[in-house]
């Protein structure tokens, strides 16, 4: 092609600040495609709802153009005459007792720009972030399009239905939502070109006959290393959490791992300290954290690399959500193995594969057991730790990355143009 293709990205998931695990797949994906063509930012959550200064940070440097409000169930009838008495309320009872087809229906303004935008000049290609934006934006009505699913949106329900303190009623609700997605899913995503999935297992469940693996890899900025080893040191004792704390399924899962696991494992070994980093800590965690003889509850830092160089390994006591746990490959990144839940796993078994790189366990007792275990053994931690790193490197690079986005947008605009 003579001239730059001309990208439109739609996304609710911003590309700052990339301490936040979707910020960066979105702020990595941006840069593949600002690499490939003219890229156009949407983004669905209002411009006026940012910081200036990001705002002005992603007109400049990722293309915003537009931004609009999502509709939310709530704001569909009958919820709609009830919604000016208290809307929050209202929003989540929407959300959780109507039918999830409200919230995958094209919004009538972002849809109308589309048009507009498109009516003397097309984009070769839209890309969308997540499905249920793509979704909303309208632009499934628009070819070709591709969606970048990360996470299936019923897996978020039905793995949370799972977890064992939900209460009869929470689980029927989440099970009800997971039915409802499973059915309505599967019709959205035949309406898309081509769909990018971060794992096998999420292909094979929702399958589209063009189709990819688009990995999540660790972040790092212009011009770093996939792969940035922290000293080690065999005599560390201290375990460690990486996440963002605002983010519920990692709040729950740190909640989970300090009532269940870590008393087993402190009791064990004494000297253990469990850390944990990551922006969004509230008051109310650290309060609770605090008082767990041998918890540490640190919240954001401005340099990992030091929170990493400062434990024996990592862990990732996750059982819900879906995707995959970007968490996993950062301990990697910066050389330290991780101990992960079965459920935090999935998509690494042949990179990272079960207690060679990455120890695995199924249960809360068989996380105390191998965290046990691990730092009763540095040196296998340290071996596990550098073949891990090796496999990250090869497989979850940005250029590969990159790779992988330049590979699916020649084969969609070559057979566009045939």
């Not at 949407?42 to 990001?54: F, N």
């Not at 915003?64 to 919820?79: C, D, H, I, K, N």
């Not at 469990?274 to 008082?291: D, L, T």
């Not at 496999?391 to 699916?408: K, L, P, Q």
Request: aromatic letters at 10%; glycine letters at 6%.
């Amino acid at each position: 092609m003579e001239t730059n293709p001309r990208i439109l990205f739609v996304t609710f998931s911003p590309p700052v600040p990339t301490t936040h695990g979707g910020c960066q797949r979105t702020n990595l994906l941006l840069r593949a495609l600002q690499s490939y063509g003219d890229v156009e930012m949407m983004l669905l959550r209002g411009p006026a709802r940012l910081d200036p200064e990001v705002r002005r940070t992603m007109e400049e440097d990722f293309g915003l153009v537009a931004g609009f409000e999502l509709s939310t169930a709530g704001m569909q009838r009958p919820w709609r005459w009830f919604r000016p008495l208290r809307a929050p309320l209202v929003d989540k009872m929407a959300h959780n007792l109507g039918r999830r087809q409200a919230d995958y229906r094209p919004d009538a303004a972002p849809l109308e720009w589309i048009r507009q935008r498109t009516a003397t000049r097309p984009y070769d290609v839209i890309v969308g972030r997540y499905l249920r934006p793509t979704v909303k934006s309208g632009a499934l009505n628009f070819s070709p399009v591709v969606v970048d699913v990360d996470d299936l949106d019923y897996r978020v329900y039905e793995t949370r239905a799972n977890l064992p303190d939900q209460t009869w009623l929470s689980r029927i609700i989440m099970n009800r939502q997971a039915h409802q997605l499973r059915q309505l899913i599967p019709s959205l995503l035949r309406a898309a070109t081509h769909v990018w999935y971060t794992n096998e297992a999420d292909q094979k469940r929702m399958p589209h006959p063009s189709a990819s693996i688009l990995p999540n890899i660790p972040f790092v900025k212009r011009g770093e290393p996939t792969v940035s080893i922290c000293p080690f040191t065999k005599d560390n004792q201290t375990i460690l959490f990486v996440g963002t704390l605002s983010f519920a399924p990692n709040a729950r899962g740190i909640d989970r791992f300090v009532e269940r696991v870590w008393p087993q494992i402190f009791a064990a070994r004494p000297e253990t300290r469990f850390r944990v980093v990551g922006g969004g800590m509230s008051q109310n965690q650290r309060r609770r954290w605090a008082q767990v003889p041998g918890v540490e509850p640190v919240g954001f830092v401005d340099d990992l690399r030091e929170a990493y160089a400062s434990c024996l390994f990592t862990v990732a006591p996750l059982f819900e959500g879906g995707g995959t746990k970007i968490k996993v490959l950062e301990s990697y990144r910066f050389g330290r193995a991780c101990l992960a839940t079965r459920h935090s796993h999935v998509g690494f078994a042949q990179a990272l594969p079960a207690n060679e790189a990455v120890m695995v366990a199924e249960s809360d007792a068989d996380l105390a057991g191998r965290a046990i275990q691990m730092l009763g053994d540095p040196l296998r931690c340290q071996a596990m730790a550098e073949r891990g790193a090796a496999n990250v490197a090869r497989w979850f690079s940005y250029s590969e990355f990159e790779r992988i986005v330049h590979d699916t947008l020649d084969h969609l605009l070559k057979r566009q143009h045939k």
